[in-house]
């Protein structure tokens, strides 16, 4: 598979954990930025499900 054919970074380089250590740019925890670049497609598909989840709760 080639680089460009990955699930991308949801990153919008507003790089800043808050209190959770959730980054307030891409929702992502520090956990999940760190080791963005290791995982396979669909853990970073689950990655995504999970930041959706945690962008409707920082929209309430």
Request: charged residues 35%; proline residues 2%.
């Amino acid at each position: 598979m080639k680089t460009a054919d990955r699930v991308r970074s949801p990153c919008v380089s507003i790089c800043a954990l808050d209190q959770n250590d959730t980054c307030i740019g891409c929702q992502r925890t520090g956990d999940e930025i760190l080791r963005w670049t290791m995982m396979t497609d669909e853990e970073r598909r689950e990655v995504l499900r999970k930041v959706a989840e945690r962008g409707k709760k920082v929209a309430i």
